[in-house]
């Protein structure tokens, strides 16, 4: 896989020297393009070093060093034939402007312009930038093309500002390019996956929730649309950015969860339950707000509906994957609730442990399967361990298949 990397001007820029380390680590070859501002952040040493390759600064370089000197003024087109995939990371707000309206005034804009394979953009701004109604137009203009944006995420920003607008991390930059290459074996699902929390109303503007990000969830879905599945994804509410190519669905309470499963049942070949379904919900939801008192208070909560369980009784032939985030006694769970939900693979995980789990970009699995077997997926990014499921997934039905 051959792929070009135009880093912006951005302070971000520092952390494209990183994905250059994970593409390569990827087998990628790649081609390090900068902009003029980007090189006022990070030198095109670095890049060079790092690519083994001289980078490109410019349509008409002196060179020298590890700048490349182009030899005509059609390089570009050159360039463009002989390469993969393009990603830009970061993707100022400049970049996205002249990319959406055909501004070709540098080797990485003209570049652009004669590249006719996969594009993948990782913005990366300040927040106010990236919620401007011309960013997002922009944003728009782009995502029609086809092209596959990567995050922004929320965070610190280097202004001092907290929102979005960070640039995604590079492996999971590194991700989504790979996802372009990769083979298409769920061509022919339809796969529904759900992800995120439910809110269960206490009064009109109370609610109870759980610690869910969704991002395991968004991680299962996309990856099943990069390996070519058609994707109904329902989500409850998260903060996160919506996958690229599926067909989302939102829903609130685990009610509407359960309705919206319901309806997208006949149509879906794997059913993957990601979410964290609150268990219980307030009996009545009182029509005001409830006043505070110095008296206590006690809520009456009844059980929310098993959805798990309901789908394990409805499944048919479909291959039906549950969740179950635990903080104790992992093993014995998986095989516990494997069975009694009747699904064809449990997905078990303690929850309590650091850097895995709810909030978490990286997650550590132990995976129970209908035929008795448990396989433990070491910690790793959420999408890697996305693409181990359906790995295991595809193996399961096989086995389950030759078994009948």
Known sequence: MKVVLGVGGGIAAYKAAELVRALSERDAEVQVVMTEAAQEFVRPLTFAALSGRKVITGMFSAGGGAEETLSSAVEHIQVAQENDILVVAPATADLLARFANGIANDFLTTFYLAFTGPVVLAPAMNTNMWNHAATQANIEVLRSRGHRIVGPGDGFLACGMVGPGRMSEPVEIAEAVLSLSRRKDLE??????????????????RFVSNRSSGKMGYALAQAAADRGARVILISGPVHIPEPFGVQIVHVRT?????????????????????AAVADYHVSTVPQQKMKKTAARMSLELDPTPDILAELGQKKGDRLLIGFAAETENLRQEVRRKLASKNCDMLVGNLVGQEGVGFESDTNEVLLGLATGELISIPKASKREVADRIFDEALKLRLALHAAQ
């Open 254 to 274: 685990a009610t509407e969860m359960r309705d919206a499963v319901l309806a997208g049942l006949d149509e879906s070949t794997i059913i993957v339950k990601s």
């Open 188 to 205: 022919g699902e339809t796969i529904l996956v759900t992800a995120g929390p439910t809110q269960e109303p206490l009064d009109p503007v």
